[in-house]
């Protein structure tokens, strides 16, 4: 069973997740820490609709993430394009329909970002604000468990939202 993602329905779900990630997640904090919707999203897309779906889901995730913030304009494009080229890559010889999986792929996508997002932006700003120990137990290690959590409740929905069943060939 081949199924392909309605390009228009694809977006909507990229930019409805960045606005709930704005209005209501960036106040729901737990330990500081709150989830990352588009990291969730791009890893989705990877695994179960291939590297494709992963880096155009990256690359809008990316896109939508430079425009709002004040970061190096790019490097999210980048970054989330990478991460959905890797996830893709890596879902062929994954078990992409247990919930294990998805929890440690989504943690290991989230911590890699955060951590490669961090040596890009002190490389080429020169600056840094915190040591990497204290942005990695501080931030990237509970963003990225809190992250990861959502996906066990999120992936099923979107399995459901997508009619992709349990023992499908999803690409």
């Given at each position: 069973m081949h199924n392909k993602v309605n390009r228009?329905?694809?977006?909507?779900?990229?930019?409805?997740?960045?606005?709930?990630q704005l209005l209501l997640l960036d106040r729901i904090k737990i330990a500081g820490a709150k989830p990352d919707l588009l990291v969730l999203l791009v890893v989705f897309f990877a695994i179960f609709f291939g590297s494709g779906a992963g880096i155009e889901a990256g690359f809008i995730a990316g896109l939508l993430k430079d425009l709002y913030s004040l970061d190096i304009f790019g490097m999210n494009i980048i970054l989330l394009s990478l991460t959905g080229l890797i996830a893709g890559m890596l879902s062929p010889?994954?078990?992409?329909?247990?919930?294990?999986?998805?929890?440690?792929l989504v943690f290991v996508s989230s911590v890699l970002y955060m951590i490669i997002h961090y040596f890009a932006s002190s490389l080429i700003?020169?600056?840094?604000?915190?040591?990497?120990?204290?942005?990695?137990?501080?931030?990237?290690?509970?963003?990225?468990?809190?992250?990861?959590?959502?996906?066990?409740?999120?992936?099923?929905?979107?399995?459901?939202?997508?009619?992709?069943?349990?023992?499908?060939?999803y690409l």
């Open positions: 228009y329905s694809f977006y909507i779900v990229l930019i409805a997740a960045f606005l709930i010889k994954l078990f992409r329909e247990s919930k294990l999986t998805q929890f440690l700003l020169k600056i840094t604000y915190v040591t990497l120990p204290e942005y990695l137990y501080g931030l990237i290690l509970p963003s990225s468990l809190y992250t990861a959590l959502l996906s066990l409740f999120l992936f099923p929905v979107l399995i459901k939202r997508y009619h992709l069943k349990d023992n499908a060939e």
